[in-house]
């Protein structure tokens, strides 16, 4: 039977989610609508927020009911902010990454 998660995740749990998948390389990076992410954004600086950054708000259920956070990290002097999703692909919990800005 498929693991379900509660809802309202809380963030700590959301966080040590994330943090569990990404270490075992269940990270989603699509190619953004127009070809590109923030372009003051590296990589590199989007995996340090996966692996260090923090929760900011409330987790949400999005449009297609997955859970939707926002991680925040400082790097450089800039916050940089990814909107993740926790979602279900083929049978297994994965983190998309879809969007990335910073503040």
């Not at 995740?9 to 590109?36: D, F, H, V």
Request: charged share 25%; hydrophobic share 45%.
């Amino acid at each position: 039977m498929a693991e379900t998660l509660p809802f309202p995740l809380q963030p700590a749990a959301a966080l040590a989610r994330i943090r569990e998948l990404y270490a075992a390389g269940k990270i989603r990076l699509p190619t953004p609508p127009g070809g590109a992410w923030e372009r003051t954004v590296t990589t590199r600086q989007m995996m340090r927020c996966l692996e260090e950054g923090e929760i900011v708000g409330p987790g949400t259920r999005n449009e297609h009911g997955h859970y939707a956070f926002r991680l925040r990290r400082l790097s450089a002097g800039v916050a940089i902010v990814m909107h993740v999703v926790l979602l279900r692909e083929a049978d297994e919990w994965v983190v998309r990454i879809v969007g990335v800005s910073h503040e």
